[in-house]
């Protein structure tokens, strides 16, 4: 359920998501994406499990998927012929584009897995691109204090992820009692702070102090200018701000588009890469 507006809420909306065991749907295009795109999907995983688990070959299209371990590590194949491992700390950038089909699960050996995957609904230009992937180990990505800089730019500290412009994206953790304040820019009025796991206090110079407890997510209001978080424990949460997407959504199974003309592209190109990989 989604909670109402409040003059003391630094949110436009909260959501604590639909869980399904390990992975809870914190956001998807349905609901919250629609207020938050490009951010339009976001999963908080939290597998403990002993082997054998993944996910299975399955599309994507018009989107790009951004995945980052704060604990455990996994595997993934996209079907351009990439392969790769994707470390504790590290992260893995897959820009879907015209279509892709990628699988994954946890690394041999990792038997916790907690991490965040997100979903970015690309503009025109990105959307029917060739798709690509980008893997990135822990000492790639750079850290400023408490922050690890995802996508974009952090305090002048800049990500080497090939990411859209203007989009920022921040993985945060912090000790119990540990607190971060992060300034918002003013064009950027999609905004999100998601909690995968711990208690949180959240303010603004124009709200009282909220209690976020992962897993949830909240839209931060556009007119707030900076944010505070304080942790009760300690925290593991994401940051995201971007320009709000001004085109509207266009939905297939695993894909999302601007047009319905693209999203036809987009679905025939995965029809046609699951006859290459998988009927021959």
């Known amino acids: 359920m989604l909670n109402e507006d409040s003059e003391k809420e630094p949110f436009l909306n909260r959501s604590k998501g639909i869980n399904h065991g390990a992975i809870t749907r914190l956001m ?9 795109k490009p951010f339009v999907f976001l999963d908080a995983v939290n597998l403990d499990v002993d082997g054998g688990l993944g996910f299975d070959w399955h599309p994507h299209s018009g989107i790009a998927t951004v ?3 704060f604990e455990g590590a996994s595997w993934a194949e996209e ?12 992260a893995e950038w897959v820009l879907a584009g015209k279509g892709v089909w990628h699988r994954g699960g ?9 991490a965040f995957q997100l979903w970015l609904a690309l503009d025109p230009t990105n959307e029917l691109r060739l798709a690509q992937s980008q893997y990135f180990s822990p000492e790639t990505l750079p850290i400023l204090d408490n922050v690890k800089v995802i996508l974009g730019e952090y305090k002048g500290v800049k990500s080497p992820v090939q990411s859209p412009d203007a989009i920022t994206y921040l993985q945060i953790s912090l000790h119990a009692g540990e607190s971060i304040s992060i300034e ?3 064009e950027s009025d999609a905004r999100l702070l998601a909690v995968l796991e711990g208690d949180v206090n959240v303010s603004t110079s124009s709200s009282a102090v909220n209690k976020m407890v992962g897993p949830e997510i909240g839209a931060i209001k556009p007119a707030e200018k900076a944010i ?4 009760e424990t300690g925290a593991m949460l994401v940051f995201g701000s971007a320009p709000k997407n001004q085109h509207a959504l266009h939905l297939g199974r695993y ?3 601007t047009s319905e003309a693209a999203l036809a592209e987009g679905e025939q190109e995965i029809k046609d890469l699951h006859t290459a ?4």
Do not use: C, W, Y
């Open 228 to 231: 505070t978080i304080q942790a």
């Open 79 to 90: 079907s351009n012929g990439e392969k790769h491992n994707v470390p504790s700390g590290g």
């Open 106 to 114: 946890p690394a041999e050996g990792h038997k916790v897995i907690k």
């Open 255 to 257: 894909s999302v588009h």
């Open 184 to 186: 918002m820019k003013a």
């Open 277 to 280: 990989l998988f009927e021959r």
């Open 67 to 69: 995945t980052i371990h």
């Open 28 to 36: 998807s295009p349905g609901d919250l994406g629609q207020m938050l």
